[in-house]
């Protein structure tokens, strides 16, 4: 257990250190948010929008915190790749949906910046129209959105772990999600059948969960059901990842052809 | 005489070709068609429906948003493919014989970024098919001469910008946070999501300077048929462009002969 703790610990450390040096990881958490605040921002200023304020700060912030793990957490498994260390991963001791789990994990606590980047820009854009209405149920929506999202990249990574597309990927799949996500604007206004693959992400329940909290009214049971299936989308992310990651680690040693995909 | 000059004239214009297309084919030699279509069509694609059903949820015209976002993703191409053509060139321990051979380093240079113009234009087709298929963009009114003129400039201007970032990476600055700086300006000051008049005073300043901001503005008043004011804009925009050609030029010109008094082009 001290064993296991000390990796995680020492990955986390390791992980934030080198991450937070690569320029693209600083544009990322950096400027996303900028764009897509100022610009929901100055679309629906003027337009008679529900939520306006939530969709400002959240469409900064999440969108930041999404680009965030997907650019960085698929990166993560390139550069193992290129840099050669998968096998000498695959190889030692410690598992490997321990290592990534870690390095995820750093890469959420970091995409924090993002949000707080979000929420002091639209401080000044919004001025006193600014307000959090339930300020606790924000920490803990955003707890559990951080959760639930690291839980899906876990699985994303492991999906590219085989796969020689990561690269293309990990730029490819940020905006499909942008879109289905209910970051910037609600899935409502979506086709029946993208709100029917919304429904499969966490990103969406964990959206709706912090919108709520921007809401003058008393936290409803609504409220409480979607923080319940932002957790139990995470959970159920975390059980996916953590049977095909043993899985494969197996299937990768038996065949030998981790470094091949 | 006459006719030797335009042999070597042809024989230029025919080197200089192939120069951009062996470039733009070493540049994308990784892609493999599935890749092509994930990062040039759909990838693209989303961003514009990202934009799209912003606006749409804000009750605005989809069009201004598909249009807008379309325009702005040619500058992909032009500042990304550009700024790093002479990156790369550093990277692969190149940099030094093109600055060597006869050929005027530049010209290279302005030979390999061609075609990052015309491939900045794929994204626009289809942002404008999908405009049309899925959205309310509407071509009745559209003079396709005057379109292409505008995007064809528009495309340019921005590769001219990202290749006098790319010369400014030779001086030693990290292009990277320059480019995706620059960028995320384009993306905001630019009037690709919201006209430029909703900005601040000052900040509509640096809007004027930008490439893409009179580009976008001419292929708006396309759309709307109103052509009055095109040329004059898109004259703009080509002049926007020719002096970001100029300022790449001359950091080009000082880090060359930097380089070739110190000898630390590849050390910088």
């Given at each position: 257990m001290r064993a296991t703790t000390n990796v995680i610990r020492s990955t986390i450390q390791v992980h934030m250190k080198n991450t937070l040096a690569r320029p693209m990881f600083q544009i990322v958490l950096v400027f996303q948010p900028f764009v897509i605040a100022t610009t929901t921002y100055m679309v629906y200023r003027d337009a008679n929008v529900d939520d306006f304020v939530a969709f400002v700060v959240l469409g900064g912030g999440l969108s930041g915190i999404w680009s965030a793990m997907t650019f960085s957490s698929l990166g993560d498994i390139n550069r193992e790749r290129w840099f050669g260390t998968l096998n000498p991963m695959l190889a030692s001791p410690t598992s490997l949906l321990l290592v990534f789990a870690a390095k995820i994990t750093a890469n959420a606590l970091l995409s924090l910046l993002s949000m707080g980047i979000a929420i002091v820009y639209s401080l000044i854009l919004l001025g006193s129209n600014f307000a959090i209405a339930h300020g606790l149920a924000f920490v803990g929506a955003l707890g559990l959105f951080l959760f639930s999202t690291s839980a899906f990249a876990l699985c994303l990574s492991l999906v590219f772990l085989l796969s020689r597309t990561t690269q293309v990927m990990q730029n490819f799949i940020e905006a499909p999600l942008l879109v289905i996500g209910g970051m910037a604007f609600p899935v409502s206004i979506l086709p029946g059948w993208a709100q029917a693959i919304s429904a499969l992400l966490p990103i969406r329940w964990g959206s709706e969960t912090l919108r709520l909290t921007f809401d003058p009214a008393p936290l409803s049971t609504h409220w409480w059901t979607v923080a319940g299936l932002t957790l139990l989308s995470g959970?159920?992310?975390?059980?996916?990842?953590?049977?095909?990651?043993?899985?494969?680690e197996h299937r990768v040693r038996y065949l030998g052809n981790l470094e091949l995909a | 005489m006459m006719r030797g000059r335009i042999v070597i004239f042809r024989n230029d214009l025919r080197l200089f070709g192939r120069q951009s297309l062996f470039s733009y084919r070493a540049l994308v030699s990784w892609l493999n068609p599935r890749d092509y279509v994930l990062m040039r069509v759909l990838e693209p694609a989303f961003q514009i429906i990202f934009f799209a059903l912003l606006g749409d949820f804000a009750g605005r015209p989809t069009s201004y948003f598909?249009?807008?976002?379309?325009?702005?993703?040619?500058?992909?191409s032009g500042i990304y493919g550009c700024a790093t053509v002479m990156g790369s060139e550093r990277r692969s321990g190149t940099l030094q014989a093109i600055i060597a051979s006869a050929t005027p380093a530049w010209q290279t240079f302005i030979a390999r970024s061609t075609m990052q113009i015309v491939d900045g234009l794929a994204p626009v087709i289809i942002g404008f098919a999908l405009g049309g298929l899925f959205f309310d963009v509407d071509f009745g009114q559209v003079n396709w001469f005057w379109l292409a003129a505008a995007l064809l400039v528009t495309s340019a201007a921005m590769s001219a910008l990202g290749t006098s970032i790319g010369a400014l990476g030779l001086i030693g600055t990290d292009i990277n946070m320059v480019m995706n700086f620059v960028y995320a300006v384009l993306m905001v000051l630019c009037g690709v999501n919201f006209p430029v008049n909703q900005l601040p005073g000052a900040?509509?300043?640096?809007?004027?300077?930008l490439p893409l901001t009179h580009g976008l503005q001419a292929v708006r008043h396309i759309f709307d048929g109103s052509l009055a004011d095109v040329p004059g804009l898109i004259a703009v925009e080509a002049g926007i462009g020719a002096t970001y050609l100029v300022a790449g030029y001359t950091a080009f010109r000082v880090a060359e002969h930097k380089a070739r008094v110190l000898g630390t082009l590849d050390l910088v």
């Open positions: 959970v159920v992310y975390l059980g996916l990842a953590t049977f095909f990651f043993r899985r494969l | 598909v249009v807008g976002n379309a325009v702005r993703l040619a500058s992909v900040v509509q300043v640096i809007s004027q300077l």
